[in-house]
């Protein structure tokens, strides 16, 4: 069973940087047949798909068009985790963000990290 | 705005059978399959329908995907006092090339 556990702060200031970890346990970041995704979720947006990261012979990484210019998500083989990285943040980037295992289906989903962006 | 059209809310009481609706368009529910999502206050959505009616392990045969064109319905049947949730369809858009949800329906078990 696939179990996905985040890690980062819960606030950060505007104009920084907001970074999370997902680990993963029960799958390889590296497995050819999953894709591993970062979603977020806030009462005006909505739930909101911010990107993916996948790896078919090589690494890839997708992103919404929404935060295309301030997002990258990676993988961390080493540590068989994935990260996301959002830029210039605003308070309109205050949610719940969620690490989830794809890639027809969001089959598992991290427990979710509530980011607070203020001063 | 979400991509995909839920009502915001549907009830119920205990042992009736509930329909919630999706509406999308050809990018998305008319070209892949449709998930269903359930998320109970304050924890992470979980994967309830996958590949329009299958259900993963673990989930009760009362809950029931179908699909018809660019549209979705999710049935729940001999509704219990547990299933009072929020619940999002979900699907991959070909012309964002990313996956798009529904704005969730509030499920009331009265």
């Known amino acids: 069973q696939v179990q996905l556990q985040q890690s980062g702060p819960g606030l950060v200031k505007p104009s920084q940087t907001l970074s999370l970890t997902c680990a993963i346990s029960?799958?390889?970041?590296?497995?050819?047949?999953?894709?591993w995704n970062w979603i977020r979720q806030s009462p005006s947006r909505g739930l909101e798909w911010l990107g993916r990261?996948?790896?078919?012979?090589?690494?890839?990484?997708v992103y919404a068009v929404s935060v295309k210019s301030r997002i990258t998500i990676k993988p961390d083989t080493s540590k068989n985790q994935f990260s996301l990285q959002l830029n210039s943040v605003t308070p309109d980037d205050t949610a719940v963000y969620y690490c989830?295992?794809?890639?027809?289906?969001?089959?598992?989903w991290g427990q979710g990290t509530l980011v607070t962006v203020s001063s | 705005q979400s991509v995909l059209t839920q009502p915001p809310s549907a009830s119920g009481t205990p042992g009736q059978r509930v329909i919630i609706s999706c509406s999308g368009s050809?990018?998305?529910?008319?070209?892949?399959?449709v998930n269903w999502h359930q998320q109970l206050p304050g924890t992470a959505p979980k994967l309830l329908i996958n590949?329009?009616?299958q259900r993963p392990s673990g989930v009760p045969d009362r809950f029931s995907g179908s699909k018809s064109g660019t549209s979705a319905s999710l049935a729940i049947s001999g509704l219990q006092s547990e299933d009072e949730a929020d619940y999002y369809c979900?699907?991959?858009?070909?012309?964002?090339?990313?996956?798009?949800f529904g704005g969730g329906t509030k499920l009331t078990v009265l």
């Open positions: 989830a295992r794809g890639p027809s289906a969001l089959t598992s």
């Open positions: 029960g799958d390889s970041v590296s497995n050819n047949n999953a894709a």
């Open positions: 990261t996948y790896y078919r012979s090589k690494w890839y990484s």
């Open positions: 050809s990018s998305n529910i008319g070209g892949n399959t």
């Open positions: 590949s329009n009616n």
């Open positions: 979900a699907a991959w858009d070909d012309s964002l090339k990313g996956w798009v």
